[in-house]
Each structure stands twice: as structure tokens, then as C-alpha cells.
Nanobody
């Protein structure tokens, strides 16, 4: 059974940092792209960034470029989202997503809340 479990969310002041984790289990993710998405109250879920598990190649939304960094640990089977210089507008539930290269298999985590105060 495939599971994605996010952790690391919480309350932080503007300008602060948080590191989210996405622990993946249940299968090999070498042929998957791992993504981070977020959803603020009253808004649609939006793309934050992604990483190809095998190559480590990353991409980011313009709104977080230069502030957020995605990485993965092949031993721990975990993907990370390092968030620096946080802003109140980064407040959202953050979700981890795994998408197979052929797009046939998609998995989501349950989400973790990030709240950035002024």
C-alpha cells in the first residue's frame, strides 16, 4: 500500500523557516516525480515545486523560487521542502504528491498545515 505522510508543519513568524517532510512508502519511486502543492483557505490547490526522484532535477513556482528548496533522501525514502523567508501568503495546507512518469499512478498525502504570522 502506497503511503505519503507529510510532517513538519506548524506556526512560524514571517521571515522564519520550516522544513516539511514527505515520507514515501509502499513501492519504489525511482520512476516518479514528487511534487509539493499547497491550498490556502478559499483558494485552489497550487503547485509549489517538484523533484524527479531518479535525477534530482527540480522546478519551482515563481512565487517560491529562491526561497524554497526541494530535496530527497534515497535512503530514508523522504522528500523535503525547505522553506525560508516565509511570508504570510505562504500560509496553507501543504500536500505531497507522487506522479508516475506515465501519469497512470498518482498519490497524495494527507497534508500538513503551515501558518505564517505577521
Amino acid at each position: 500500500q502506497v503511503r505519503l505522510v507529510e510532517s513538519g508543519g506548524g506556526l512560524v513568524q514571517a521571515g522564519g523557516s520550516l522544513r516539511l517532510s514527505c515520507a514515501a512508502s509502499g513501492r519504489s519511486f525511482n520512476d516518479y516525480k514528487m511534487g509539493w502543492f499547497r491550498q490556502a483557505p478559499g483558494k485552489e490547490r497550487e503547485f509549489v515545486g517538484s523533484i524527479y526522484w531518479s535525477s534530482g532535477s527540480t522546478s519551482y513556482a515563481d512565487s517560491v523560487k529562491g526561497r524554497f528548496t526541494i530535496s530527497r533522501d534515497n535512503v530514508k525514502n523522504t522528500v523535503y521542502l525547505q522553506m525560508n523567508s516565509l511570508k504570510p501568503e505562504d500560509t496553507a495546507v501543504y500536500y505531497c504528491k507522487a506522479t508516475s512518469y506515465n501519469l497512470l499512478n498518482i498519490y497524495w498525502g494527507q497534508g500538513t498545515q503551515v501558518t505564517v504570522s505577521t
